[in-house]
């Protein structure tokens, strides 16, 4: 378990461990990636994660299994993740310091 790859804000933990109780099913945490999409190429891809897959990164953080894809690694070491809500949207943040540009709207990043 590498803790270094991903950490999460209290206000995030408190997110995921609401998410994961409201869930419908069998939840074992969340799962973390990058997909290509956006102006900037990555975006990031949170879901719910009933199994693990082979080769992924396995995070205990606190009472919460994070795992992360292992295409996604390269891409997250050092990273916090945060979840923001205001009065127009809500949802998880991260602050990567591997990102070397962002698009204006905040929705994609390069590295």
Same mark, same amino acid.
């Given at each position: 378990?590498?803790?270094? &790859?991903?950490?999460?804000?209290?206000? %995030?933990?408190?997110?995921?461990?609401?998410?994961?109780?409201?869930?419908?099913?069998?939840? @074992?945490?969340?799962?973390?990636?990058?997909?290509?999409?956006?102006?900037?190429?990555?975006?990031?891809?949170?879901?719910? %994660?009933?199994?693990?897959? =082979?080769? /992924? /990164?396995?995070?205990?953080? /606190?009472? @919460?299994?994070?795992? &992360?894809? =292992? %295409?996604?690694?390269?891409? @997250?070491?050092?990273?916090?993740?945060?979840?923001?809500?205001?009065?127009?949207?809500?949802?998880?943040? *991260?602050?990567? =310091?591997?990102? &070397? %540009?962002?698009?204006?709207?905040? /929705?994609? *990043?390069?590295?």
């Amino acid at each position: 378990m590498n803790k270094d &790859i991903l950490k999460l804000t209290e206000r %995030a933990k408190n997110r995921v461990k609401l998410l994961i109780k409201k869930s419908n099913g069998n939840v @074992l945490g969340i799962r973390i990636g990058v997909k290509t999409a956006g102006c900037s190429g990555m975006k990031y891809h949170v879901e719910y %994660a009933s199994d693990i897959k =082979p080769f /992924e /990164e396995k995070i205990k953080i /606190e009472d @919460l299994t994070i795992l &992360i894809d =292992p %295409a996604a690694v390269m891409f @997250l070491v050092g990273s916090t993740m945060d979840y923001q809500e205001n009065k127009f949207s809500s949802g998880f943040e *991260f602050s990567n =310091p591997n990102e &070397i %540009a962002r698009c204006g709207c905040g /929705e994609s *990043f390069s590295v």
